[in-house]
């Protein structure tokens, strides 16, 4: 797969390296010389400094025979007009980091498929990781995490049966009781105290799923 990746920052190289490691042809674009100098001091790949705004710079870049363009700038603005240019040559995946959440219709208007501003799910998975220490990350999948949480007596949902929880996007897996029984969760089933359930999330939906199991499956106060 050829791939732009614009940007690199923590997101652009950790990106790049995922892509480089996976086979693809990968192309960054950074306005910072020196970024895109050491970069290729660690991967075969095109390094490119200057504005990913600039048509000329993409199409230095090969944006006319690109599979997918990712944006990963701190700045939305920047990674907009990217995605704009992108969608006007044709390329048929285009990615965005969107920083401000009040951003993201103008994202989705354009036809772009966003990732909401890492640094607040980062932010917002670490609280809750240190506020519920029973909460656990099993696997990162593309598209979703899954992870398990236990629910705790006294938590509003235990001893109620799953569907009376507020579901949206996510999805018990399983359920893992006191003595190794495993559980292949329905709406009918109840949860007891000490319960392990694994949970399926959607990559956008994680934060606020962290926050709704947290709030249903901890005992306040």
């Known amino acids: 797969m050829y791939t732009i990746i614009v940007g690199l920052g923590g997101i652009g190289r950790n990106l790049t390296a995922i892509a480089v490691n996976a086979g693809d042809s990968v192309v960054v674009i950074d306005q910072d010389e020196e970024r895109a100098s050491d970069i290729l001091e660690h991967y075969d790949v095109l390094a490119i400094t200057g504005n990913a705004t600039d048509k000329s710079v993409l199409e230095d870049a090969g944006i006319d025979r690109a599979d997918a363009l ?3 700038t701190s700045d939305d603005a920047v990674n907009l007009m990217t995605c704009w240019l992108a969608k006007r040559y044709n390329v048929r995946n285009v990615v965005s980091i969107v920083n401000q959440r009040e951003h993201s219709d103008l994202f989705n208007e354009v036809g772009v498929k966003i990732s909401e501003n ?3 799910l980062v932010a917002t998975r670490l609280y809750y990781w240190a ?3 029973n909460l656990q990350q099993v696997a990162s999948i593309p598209g979703g995490t899954i992870f398990e949480i236990v ?3 006294g938590a509003p949902i235990v001893d109620h049966e799953i569907r009376e929880l507020e579901v949206r996007d996510f999805v018990f897996i399983a359920i893992r ?3 190794g029984d495993l559980i292949i969760p329905s709406g009918a089933v109840r949860i007891r105290p000490g319960d392990v359930i694994t949970v399926f999330t959607k990559k956008e939906a994680e934060g606020d799923t962290i926050k709704t199991l947290t709030r249903q499956l901890k005992r306040s106060g």
Do not use: F, I, L, M
């Open 118 to 120: 890492p640094d607040e």
């Open 70 to 72: 990712v944006a990963t």
């Open 177 to 179: 009781r006191a003595g």
């Open 151 to 153: 629910a705790e007596e």
């Open 131 to 133: 506020k519920s220490p």
